[in-house]
């Protein structure tokens, strides 16, 4: 997947928990985001970042911190986990460069995090 | 608030049969529109994109039709292939260049090419 990997892929936590997930890249890519998949929603834009230590929030960022102290490194922490973050998150990278390539997202294979 | 309502939410499909799935959107500045392809246990991946300034775009088996005045674009998959079952997401944007995409997705239509 792209040079993209997530870990860990499966985690069951429990709810009060604190809980981070690491997506790694090894395309020196700019942009990183997070998302999470979730049936009958398709996939949102949690949170997203344009550089080392640039981030910004997406549609559903309420509960989710991010971090980005590399360009290859981008962490999604959920600070006290709750029922309703059960979900797939996915971390995508695009590029900077040529015209549109920022557009063209390449995704990893997923975190399945279950919170009971 | 939905900005992109995507259909069918699943799809049975003969194989070398027409597959196509349909995307409605709202917001009028979104000009970039990628179908994303999806297959259990990975990533989405993208398949093709289109841009309001053409109403189709073809490449090998599959076609996105565009229609601005409707706020419609569509996915078709012709002579569909067993190997082609997966879900399917459209998704939106505004082109920004030099910043981050932020793709608005649809719901996602699972499809099934049956033999």
């Known amino acids: 997947d792209a040079g993209i990997t997530q870990s860990p892929r499966h985690k069951v936590t429990e709810t009060g928990t604190p809980v981070t997930l690491r997506c790694h890249q090894t395309e020196n890519h700019r942009y990183m985001y997070w998302y999470r998949q979730d049936p009958g929603h398709g996939l949102r834009l949690i949170h997203y970042?344009?550089?080392?230590?640039?981030?910004d929030k997406g549609e559903v960022s309420d509960g989710y911190s991010v971090s980005r102290s590399k360009t290859e490194d981008f962490l999604l922490t959920l600070e006290s986990a709750t029922s309703s973050q059960t979900s797939v998150y996915f971390c995508?990278?695009?590029?900077?460069?040529?015209?549109?390539?920022?557009?063209?997202?390449?995704f990893g294979s997923g975190t399945q995090l279950s919170v009971l | 608030q939905q900005q992109v309502k995507q259909s069918p939410q699943s799809l049975i499909v003969q194989k070398g049969g027409i597959s196509i799935i349909n995307c409605a959107y709202e917001n009028t500045a979104f000009d970039y529109f990628p179908w994303y392809q999806q297959f259990p246990g990975k990533g989405p991946a993208l398949l093709i994109a289109i841009r309001p300034d053409v109403s189709e775009k073809k490449e090998g088996r599959f076609t996105i039709s565009f229609n601005k005045s409707a706020k419609q674009f569509s996915l078709h998959i012709m002579d569909s292939q067993p190997g082609d079952s997966a879900t399917y997401f459209c998704a939106a944007s505004i082109s920004r260049g030099g910043t981050a995409s932020k793709l608005t997705f649809g719901t996602g239509t699972r499809l099934q090419v049956t033999l």
């Open positions: 970042s344009y550089g080392v230590k640039d981030t």
């Open positions: 995508a990278i695009s590029d900077s460069g040529k015209p549109s390539t920022n557009e063209k997202l390449f």
